[in-house]
């Protein structure tokens, strides 16, 4: 049976009378928040307190990044049109889209994998200042999370591929968007704190 | 499709209809705008006393756009919005109690 097709899964009822995946997941999204929270504090207390270089002056390419937050922000839309796609069981539009999310996120970690080897020949590395420290674990442990995501989006594209998710799975795709989401909006606050602000 | 679409079929009471795909588009403009305004203000020197305050309220609108509009907090249940918006206030407070405390922005 093309599940695409199904009839949509039989609703349960629950104590807040909401879906207990979604409510689950955004419990931890609020716990990521003080994960990137404390991340975010620790480079904004060391910044400026290196005593040598290289400095965020020396290193940052404040154009390069304008362009992989560009990338980010707009994998940000094809996550929804993915939805949007998957909730009206457009089993084409799901795959175009959840396939271009993916693509964007592999292409923001190429950016950022450019940049790293770029400061790692610039002579910056997690041991050479309280910059590099702070710097490389705070946007490496972000880049980690777009890993995951890219993973997880595969995962469902692969789902959908084999026609295993339709209107009925509308949920697992909008639990995955509400962690590229969240990935997205702690790009928009490093690039301004870190990159922006430097 | 224009119309703001139903949620998905897993969904509960007090989940409403999320935004359409011309909204999505909409959103994702200004999203873009904001981000060109952003990099446009860090490359005007007359702008940069005033630098701090123009690049966080920028960062500040897009991040609403994209939780309310993208994650449709406008849209859900009141609930998810909380157990979000609690510990994101922690988080910010933390931030700006240690910028404090450490000097980084001197407010005292």
């Given amino acids: 049976m093309d599940h695409a097709a199904a ?26 928040t003080l994960f990137f929270g404390s991340l975010i504090a620790t480079y904004m207390v060391y910044k400026g307190q290196s005593v040598r270089g290289p400095y965020p002056s020396d290193v940052f390419d404040i154009p390069l990044t304008s362009i992989s937050t560009f990338v980010l922000l707009m994998s940000s839309l094809m996550m929804v049109l993915a939805l949007a796609a998957v909730q009206r069981g457009d089993r084409k539009g799901t795959l175009t889209w959840l396939l271009a999310t993916a693509g ?30 702070s710097f490389f674990v705070l946007t490496g442990f972000h880049g980690a999370h777009v890993t995951i995501g890219v993973i997880w989006l595969m995962a469902l594209w692969v789902q959908a591929l084999r026609g295993k998710l339709g209107q009925a799975d509308a949920v697992k795709v909008e639990v995955a968007g509400l962690y590229w989401h969240f990935v997205d909006i702690v790009w928009i606050v490093i690039f301004t704190l870190v990159y922006l602000l430097e | 499709m224009a119309h703001p679409t139903t949620h998905g079929q ?64 406008k849209h859900d249940s009141k609930i998810f919005s909380g157990v979000f918006f609690a510990p994101m206030s922690l988080a910010v407070g933390v931030v700006i109690a240690m910028v404090i405390l450490f000097k980084v922005i001197p407010l005292i």
């Fill in chain 1, 7 to 32: 009839a949509p899964a039989p609703h349960h009822e629950t104590a807040t009378g909401l879906d207990t995946f979604k409510l689950g997941f955004w419990t931890f999204i609020g716990s990521e």
């Fill in chain 2, 10 to 73: 897993g969904g509960a009471h007090g989940e409403h209809s999320h935004p359409g795909v011309k909204q999505y588009v909409t959103i994702a403009a200004i999203l873009t705008i904001i981000t060109a305004l952003e990099v446009a203000v860090f490359y005007i020197p007359a702008l940069a006393s005033a630098l701090l305050y123009i690049l966080l309220a920028l960062s500040a609108g897009k991040f609403a756009l994209v939780v309310m509009y993208y994650m449709h907090l």
């Fill in chain 1, 104 to 133: 964007f996120g592999a292409i923001f970690l190429g950016f950022q994998s450019y940049e790293f080897t770029h400061f790692y020949h610039e002579g910056l590395t997690l041991g050479t200042n309280l910059f590099g420290s």
